[in-house]
């Protein structure tokens, strides 16, 4: 099995962009997903593969790879934004499990 | 609306055994798969097991493999973990959630999530 490795915590001021990196070897062929939780509440969806946004998502949410690494960007982050960010991607070796990194708490103040 | 009840969690002595189920409503539940993810306290997500939309292929998180087992009935739309050999590492809010993609038996992935049952192992 393999990781998926965020930074603990990402801080930034309202208005300000927050960038949330995932690096894992499987990335450049297998699509990074986003997921944000807020205390007490179930994840949501904000990126599917790479960098598509789901309907109901905000446009300044927005993702994107380049060889092992995955980014999400949070382009003039709002005070609601903060919460956990985690990505999620399967692994390539024809067994189909799933991983998530270990998550990023955003602060947004 | 897509819609996922969980239900089953409760208090465990280590070594039992526990049955999750997911009720799932809004959607043709025999054309997704289905996921399993936990939450153990103050930490974060942990993918367990999904199931494919036919309930033909199962994969498992090495943490659970060998002492849990998926099912599904797409005739009354449920979702079932069984959870054996139960350890205090396994206490987590567990989630069920659907996959993103129809008939999807790659790369799968979550789009909709329930609120989560909580299961505490101890003695």
């Known amino acids: 099995s393999y990781e998926l490795t965020q930074p603990p915590s990402v801080s930034v001021s309202p208005g300000q962009t927050a960038r949330i990196t995932c690096s894992g070897e499987?990335?450049?062929?297998?699509?990074a997903f986003w997921y944000q939780q807020k205390s007490g509440q179930a994840p949501v969806l904000v990126i599917y593969e790479d960098g598509k946004r789901p309907s109901g998502i905000p446009e300044r949410f927005s993702g994107s790879t380049s060889g092992t690494m995955a980014t999400l960007t949070i382009s003039g982050a709002q005070v609601e934004d903060e919460g956990d960010y985690y990505c999620y991607s399967t692994e390539s070796s024809g067994y189909h499990r799933g991983v998530f990194g270990g998550g990023t708490s955003l602060t947004v103040l | 609306q897509v819609q996922l009840v969980e239900s089953g969690g409760g208090v465990v002595q280590p070594g039992r055994s526990l049955r999750l189920s997911c009720v799932a409503s809004?959607?043709?539940?025999?054309?997704?798969?289905m996921h399993w993810v936990r939450q153990a306290p103050g930490m974060g997500l942990e993918w367990v097991a999904v199931i494919s939309y036919d309930g033909s292929d199962k994969y498992f998180a090495d943490s659970v493999k060998g002492r849990f087992t998926l099912s599904r009935d797409n005739s009354n739309n449920t979702l079932y973990l069984q959870m054996s050999s139960l350890r205090p590492e396994d206490t987590a809010v567990y989630y069920c959630a659907k996959d993103r993609v129809k008939g999807a038996r790659d790369q799968y992935n979550m789009d909709v999530w329930g609120k989560g049952t909580t299961v505490s192992v101890s003695s």
């Open positions: 499987p990335l450049p062929k297998r699509y």
């Open positions: 809004g959607f043709t539940f025999s054309s997704y798969g």
